[in-house]
């Protein structure tokens, strides 16, 4: 829809004087506000569900790799094969999963938590799994490629109703954006808690790094620092391969305790309430319907893709600063503080951004959220090489990656009420809306390890190396610098034409109160709505 077109629909007069205000409608809007009031304590419950994903993702993210190669002992080829395959049946399962939500029955627990408290106790099993390493050597490959898919179509299970549950935990925007930032800061604890634990536990198992032809490493050299931590004397303590096993295992243990934890908290604190208030759901649809259905709605394709290339973007960034801190710049003995201070920054800084998209709009906290650390990945690849800077460097990065966090789940829920006053007699489809942006995500970090890995490749990275060469510190440079700015220009670009603007979306809000009013009002007219809004 055009700009003009929304700005026709929601203006005063359509709103205020086509229609007399109906007092009996008034009174029930206010008793419905007051009902849709989330307590704290709520907000916690259900943003506490939030930190499974986040913890598994982050462990999964920044170990598996290096676990399969150097603990399970795979072959590298095999090694691409399970992370490639996982990636890509994960997205998969997203609007499969969302499609099968979608067409679940209603129970006494609700339509989203049943998923949720079924495929926790699976869920942990198969991820528990993953990081053990069987006695068996032939049959390592189809072990892990089976149980990291069957994790991700598990943690899938639970992933999607979760995000779907922002629409069913209130009917006020207000209480679900404020939700929706319990849960980003939450998110943004997980990756913490995530880096913590596994990287903690694990930290001192890893293997010593592999000097190249030229390379000083003995004690007193200037690259004996990058032997992880193990000094080349005769008092090392050596790290036993078994030893190192044991450490996954122990992390895999603890970050399987914290999975079932939150969702029991989530599952007991969260009360799921029924569309008792909206019209019927509508007929069941086929999956093929469904996807026409959601991707026919225009502010939604928008507000994907233009997630799609800001993510990516993010993601390049995140994917590689711990290389380039490593490589590029030399801080290999700092560089898990380096990302701890991102996801610090990202957790203090939600709150702020919540503040800001009520206080000027979210299209405006998109563009001053996702443009921020432009200037910053700049500095950090022109600057020589400067602890301090790449600190304030990644301080600012975690100030963009709690915009990026926060800002797609606070703007979904008013692409699903956009999509619901166009389409009042098509209701139950939330589900589909955040599956597919959950698959659009995991489809970008797809391309994110897949662009990483073969330029890596093709600059001729060598595998737990001490250095790197020339060609590998440009290449990262790329990968944190221009490819991240680039990809966000274009998303920002994207949602320039992006029309649910602050407007509209208070228009929506009335239409769809007005909605609810006159479904619980016996003497209004049904059709009224309907016909007030079609065009």
Known sequence: MAKGEGTELYSNNSLLTNKPVNPDVVKLAVKCEQRNRLSICNKLCYAVGGAPYQITGCALGFFLQIYLLDVAQLDPFYAS???????????ITDPTIGFLVSRSPWTRFGRMLPWILFSTPLAVVSYFLIWYVPTFENGRVIWYLVFYCLFQTLQTCFHVP????????????????????????VEVMGTVIGTAVQGQIVGMA?????????????????????????????????????????????????ICSIYVLCAVVLFLGVKERKESSRTPRSELMSFWQGIRLVMGHGPYVKLVMGFLFTSLAFMLLEGNYALFCCYTLGFRNDFQNILLVIMLAAMLTIPFWQWFLTKFGKKTAVYIGTSSVIPFVILVVCVEKNLIITYIVSFAAGVGVAAAFLLPWSMLPDVVDDFQVRNPDSQGHEAIFYSFYVFFTKFASGISLGISTLSLDFAGYMTRGCTQPENVDITLKVLVSAGPIGLILIGLVIFHSYPIDEERRQGNRKLLQEQRGNESDSETNPTELTNMVRF
């Open 81 to 91: 094969i399970i992370l490639f395959v996982g990636r890509a049946w994960d997205a």
């Open 162 to 185: 979760y995000s779907a549950l922002t629409m069913f935990i209130s009917e006020d925007q207000k209480e679900r954006d404020s939700a929706t930032a319990y849960r980003m800061t």
């Open 206 to 254: 890893n293997a010593p790094c592999i000097p190249a032809p030229g390379d000083n490493v003995t004690a007193d050299g200037l690259n004996s620092s990058l032997l992880l931590g193990q000094e080349v004397n005769a008092t090392t303590t050596v790290i036993t391969l078994d030893q190192t096993k044991a450490a996954y295992m122990i992390a895999s243990g603890a």
